[in-house]
């Protein structure tokens, strides 16, 4: 409990919901010492509140960009619709079309959908304003340096406490990739049903990608800004092995099914590995703690000796099932050591970079670094190329714009105490998926109900401002610490700092509560309506986009493997930018399934067949990362010309599949024949080397390493390229039954 306590102290999360209370708290407090008067301080507060949303991990240019963007947005609808708040006729048209406008400026990505939501609250709260307290130029000026109050608080906290952000994203990150490392690990073992496990994998790269964008964004983009420091370069090296980390674990070389015929009756061979594994996964939560400094670092002693044990099950394997039957497990299991030997060796490099830094180290330079930020595309083409039904996000402005005038005139028509409260709950909860909403809805009704309860039996026992004002303050606190990893508790704060505040202000407190409740009710019931009702936007209608998206992206790697394969020597930036792109890509697929999984059951259409071209999906990409590993980490043999054959099939048949995906007439054409006798060729070799082997131990010849090497490459190159070969003519089958089904 208390160890909990203290990491919730210790985070970003606090430091910056910290930074924000005490910016809104500060002026309102100076505002009623000197002008025995909170409106000054309150309209100051209501500026602070605006910006924070676009306060996120990031680089501080981006931070700065943001904020300024946010108050900008502020102090205009703050002026705007205070000057027409009192004109009907002209208010509901304007308001409507701006709410529109203002969302819809999400198709820019996600730091720009913050400042959309910005704006979107600028424009609710703009209802609070009351021109009996000064003018609406005097408010809404004051809004405007409550932002750029923020906006200096905010950005002296990130340069005077750069590590706060950084490290918890690297915690984030370490606790994640442990977590990944752990499935994996079940995977090994599991023998029957692995879905619920691909799953978790599924949903766990999703996260680690989001983690590495974020790193990635704040390490690089400092290093192009600044140059080198000790830090930063302690910082990229860590950021690196943890990749390498992640990279070994997608490219696990294990075809399962392959995996469990081999070993069918060899199971207990196969425990020593995820042993291993766990225990690498053990190592990285250890040093999350050392991280947060909860623990002093200290290597692992029992891998070592687990490596060991591998090593025995290894020989036992061979001997039991003696050569030559033993040799295709024995290489399973060689090469599978190996990778896990890789990642030891990665989990040593943090350890490394956590204790000494070596300063010459390969960094990648500055040119390089910024290559990997992923830009920001604000190119006006994307406002016109979304204009559309088709588009997610139009759906969503559109549906915010028509629901939040609904709310308003709701509002109006009974004359609720304060109407904007319906208008808040809608933009806050509303979400262009369906199961998010849905989600956010249920939090936000439960999280108002147990504050409002909670506030009604502290108002019985007291009537002491003060008591109410500390409650305000902590509640405050509280609740902007949580809102994004507990939005139900954050509800639950939220409410506690509403009704005290009004407490305060309002003796009648027990009305204020009855219209909390009322209005969170009305807003949260027209939310979750609309995006079931009113131009909803189901996962399955996009998700092919995403399988595009993932398709050439994984085409694109296998072309820079099959480069590299030829070329070898230092690994180019083009191969990493090609890979870090194919990552992104099946993240992104791997979300739109997840959110496709929050639909209505009735709504999860060819559920089945998706599911499949997932899964076939990151099964590719891990064969991908494992053939690229071997190459990358192995000193290789000539190209054999039959490698090319599979590989120019392969990329023949991804492109026949986007091109069924996009309903086009195919012109490719796939002799499978070729590939046969390609495969033959590879099958062939193979023998030839494992006869050369034999003959050497029937000699009494100890094989040499060369042999070992060529058997090894050999074994595992022509295992990945058929596997790929096959599981790309998977998913033009189930391409076309997907197609097939949903034009039934």
Same mark, same amino acid.
């Given at each position: 409990?208390?160890?909990?306590?203290?990491?919730?102290?210790? %985070?970003?999360?606090?430091?910056? #919901?910290?930074?924000?209370? &005490?910016?809104? =708290?500060?002026? !309102?407090?100076? *505002?009623? +010492? /000197?002008?025995?008067?909170?409106?000054?301080?309150?309209?100051?507060?209501?500026?602070?509140?605006?910006?924070?949303?676009?306060?996120?991990?990031?680089?501080?240019?981006?931070?700065?960009?943001?904020?300024?963007?946010?108050?900008?947005?502020?102090?205009?609808?703050?002026?705007?619709?205070?000057?027409?708040?009192?004109?009907?006729?002209?208010?509901?048209?304007?308001?409507?079309?701006?709410?529109?406008?203002?969302?819809?400026? %999400?198709?820019?990505?996600?730091? #720009?959908?913050?400042?959309? &939501?910005?704006? =979107?609250?600028? !424009?609710?709260? *703009?209802? +609070? /304003?009351?021109?009996?307290?000064?003018?609406?130029?005097?408010?809404?000026?004051?809004?405007?340096?409550?932002?750029?109050?923020?906006?200096?608080?905010?950005?002296?906290?990130?340069?005077?406490?750069?590590?706060?952000?950084?490290?918890?994203?690297?915690?984030?990150?370490?606790?994640?990739?442990?977590?990944?490392?752990?499935?994996?690990?079940?995977?090994?073992?599991?023998?029957?049903?692995?879905?619920?496990?691909?799953?978790?994998?599924?949903?766990?790269?999703?996260?680690?990608?989001?983690?590495?964008?974020?790193?990635?964004? !704040?390490?690089? *983009?400092?290093?192009?800004?600044?140059?080198?420091?000790?830090?930063?370069?302690?910082?990229?090296?860590?950021?690196?092995?943890?990749?390498?980390?992640?990279?070994?674990?997608?490219?696990?070389?294990?075809?399962?099914?392959?995996?469990?015929?081999?070993?069918?009756?060899?199971?207990?061979?196969?425990?020593?590995?995820?042993?291993?594994?766990?225990?690498?996964?053990?190592?990285?939560?250890?040093?999350?703690?050392?991280?947060?400094?909860?623990?002093?670092?200290?290597?692992?002693?029992?891998?070592?000796?687990?490596?060991?044990?591998?090593?025995?099950?290894?020989?036992?394997?061979?001997?039991?099932?003696?050569?030559?039957?033993?040799?295709?497990?024995?290489?399973?299991?060689?090469?599978?050591?190996?990778?896990?030997?890789?990642?030891?060796?990665?989990?040593?490099?943090?350890?490394?970079?956590?204790?000494?830094?070596?300063?010459?180290?390969?960094?990648?330079?500055?040119?390089?670094?910024?290559?990997?930020?992923?830009?920001?595309?604000?190119?006006?083409?994307?406002?016109?190329?979304?204009?559309?039904?088709?588009?997610?996000?139009?759906?969503?402005?559109?549906?915010?714009?028509?629901?939040?005038?609904?709310?308003?005139?709701?509002?109006?028509?009974?004359?609720?105490?304060?109407?904007?409260?319906?208008?808040?709950?809608?933009?806050?909860?509303?979400?262009?998926?369906?199961?998010?909403?849905?989600?956010?809805?249920?939090?936000?009704?439960?999280?108002?109900?147990?504050?409002?309860?909670?506030?009604?039996?502290?108002?019985?026992?007291?009537?002491?401002?003060?008591?109410?004002?500390?409650?305000?303050?902590?509640?405050?606190?509280?609740?902007?610490?949580?809102?994004?990893?507990?939005?139900?508790?954050?509800?639950?704060?939220?409410?506690?700092?509403?009704?005290?505040?009004?407490?305060?202000?309002?003796?009648?407190?027990?009305?204020?509560?009855?219209?909390?409740?009322?209005?969170?009710?009305?807003?949260?019931?027209?939310?979750?309506?609309?995006?079931?009702?009113?131009?909803?936007?189901?996962?399955?209608?996009?998700?092919?986009?995403?399988?595009?998206?993932?398709?050439?992206?994984?085409?694109?790697?296998?072309?820079?493997?099959?480069?590299?394969?030829?070329?070898?020597?230092?690994?180019?930036?083009?191969?990493?930018?090609?890979?870090?792109?194919?990552?992104?890509?099946?993240?992104?697929?791997?979300?739109?399934?997840?959110?496709?999984?929050?639909?209505?059951?009735?709504?999860?259409?060819?559920?089945?067949?998706?599911?499949?071209?997932?899964?076939?999906?990151?099964?590719?990409?891990?064969?991908?990362?494992?053939?690229?590993?071997?190459?990358?980490?192995?000193?290789?043999?000539?190209?054999?010309?039959?490698?090319?054959?599979?590989?120019?099939?392969?990329?023949?048949?991804?492109?026949?599949?986007?091109?069924?995906?996009?309903?086009?007439?195919?012109?490719?054409?796939?002799?499978?024949?070729?590939?046969?006798?390609?495969?033959?060729?590879?099958?062939?070799?193979?023998?030839?080397?494992?006869?050369?082997?034999?003959?050497?131990?029937?000699?009494?010849?100890?094989?040499?390493?060369?042999?070992?090497?060529?058997?090894?490459?050999?074994?595992?190159?022509?295992?990945?390229?058929?596997?790929?070969?096959?599981?790309?003519?998977?998913?033009?089958?189930?391409?076309?039954?997907?197609?097939?089904?949903?034009?039934?």
């Amino acid at each position: 409990m208390f160890e909990k306590i203290n990491r919730f102290i210790k %985070s970003f999360s606090f430091l910056k #919901a910290f930074v924000l209370a &005490f910016s809104m =708290l500060i002026p !309102i407090l100076i *505002s009623n +010492a /000197y002008f025995e008067d909170v409106s000054v301080g309150f309209s100051i507060a209501l500026g602070v509140l605006f910006c924070s949303p676009t306060d996120v991990p990031g680089s501080l240019k981006h931070k700065f960009y943001g904020i300024l963007s946010a108050i900008f947005l502020a102090f205009c609808f703050t002026f705007l619709f205070g000057s027409i708040a009192h004109i009907n006729w002209i208010l509901v048209p304007v308001l409507g079309v701006v709410i529109f406008l203002v969302s819809y400026l %999400s198709v820019f990505g996600f730091r #720009a959908s913050l400042i959309s &939501f910005a704006g =979107l609250m600028s !424009i609710i709260l *703009s209802f +609070a /304003y009351d021109s009996s307290k000064m003018t609406l130029i005097t408010h809404a000026l004051l809004v405007a340096l409550g932002g750029l109050w923020y906006l200096i608080l905010s950005m002296s906290a990130s340069l005077l406490l750069p590590k706060i952000q950084t490290d918890q994203l690297f915690v984030s990150l370490i606790e994640k990739t442990a977590a990944f490392l752990k499935v994996r690990g079940e995977l090994l073992i599991c023998k029957t049903n692995r879905d619920e496990l691909y799953h978790k994998l599924f949903e766990l790269q999703t996260q680690i990608n989001d983690d590495h964008e974020s790193i990635r964004e !704040i390490i690089l *983009s400092k290093r192009f800004n600044s140059g080198f420091s000790n830090r930063t370069r302690r910082q990229q090296l860590l950021f690196s092995e943890l990749m390498e980390i992640l990279e070994l674990a997608v490219s696990n070389p294990v075809n399962y099914e392959e995996f469990d015929k081999v070993f069918k009756k060899h199971s207990e061979k196969i425990e020593a590995f995820k042993e291993l594994t766990f225990e690498l996964a053990d190592q990285l939560e250890h040093i999350s703690k050392v991280i947060r400094k909860e623990e002093r670092l200290k290597p692992n002693t029992k891998i070592p000796e687990i490596l060991n044990d591998i090593e025995r099950h290894i020989k036992y394997y061979t001997i039991l099932v003696g050569l030559p039957k033993a040799r295709v497990g024995s290489l399973m299991l060689i090469n599978l050591k190996h990778y896990q030997e890789k990642q030891v060796q990665s989990l040593i490099g943090i350890e490394r970079v956590l204790g000494n830094y070596i300063s010459n180290n390969k960094i990648l330079d500055i040119k390089d670094a910024n290559r990997f930020i992923t830009p920001q595309d604000y190119d006006f083409k994307k406002i016109i190329e979304n204009f559309s039904f088709k588009s997610p996000i139009f759906k969503h402005s559109l549906r915010l714009a028509l629901i939040v005038i609904i709310g308003f005139l709701v509002g109006s028509f009974f004359s609720m105490q304060n109407p904007y409260w319906i208008l808040i709950t809608i933009v806050v909860i509303m979400r262009p998926s369906y199961g998010l909403t849905r989600k956010r809805s249920i939090q936000r009704v439960i999280g108002t109900l147990i504050g409002a309860a909670i506030a009604t039996i502290i108002i019985f026992f007291t009537q002491s401002t003060t008591v109410y004002g500390v409650i305000a303050i902590v509640s405050l606190l509280l609740a902007f610490s949580m809102i994004q990893s507990n939005y139900r508790n954050a509800a639950i704060f939220i409410t506690l700092e509403v009704v005290f505040v009004y407490a305060i202000l309002d003796p009648n407190i027990l009305s204020v509560i009855k219209f909390r409740i009322i209005d969170t009710l009305i807003g949260a019931g027209l939310a979750f309506s609309a995006n079931y009702f009113l131009l909803p936007a189901w996962q399955f209608q996009n998700i092919q986009d995403y399988f595009k998206g993932a398709i050439l992206a994984n085409c694109n790697f296998l072309k820079q493997i099959d480069m590299y394969y030829h070329k070898k020597g230092e690994v180019p930036t083009v191969y990493k930018l090609s890979r870090k792109e194919a990552f992104l890509a099946i993240g992104n697929l791997n979300a739109a399934f997840q959110r496709m999984s929050q639909d209505p059951k009735s709504k999860q259409k060819e559920y089945a067949n998706i599911y499949k071209l997932i899964t076939l999906n990151n099964t590719f990409l891990s064969s991908l990362t494992a053939l690229g590993m071997f190459i990358r980490n192995n000193k290789t043999t000539v190209v054999p010309v039959h490698f090319e054959v599979i590989v120019n099939h392969i990329i023949a048949k991804l492109k026949l599949a986007v091109e069924l995906l996009d309903d086009k007439e195919s012109v490719i054409d796939i002799k499978h024949s070729e590939v046969e006798i390609a495969q033959k060729k590879y099958e062939d070799y193979f023998k030839n080397l494992s006869n050369q082997s034999d003959k050497e131990l029937e000699e009494g010849l100890e094989i040499s390493d060369k042999m070992r090497a060529q058997l090894k490459e050999t074994q595992l190159v022509s295992e990945q390229i058929n596997w790929l070969f096959n599981l790309s003519g998977k998913l033009i089958s189930s391409i076309k039954q997907y197609k097939s089904n949903s034009l039934n």
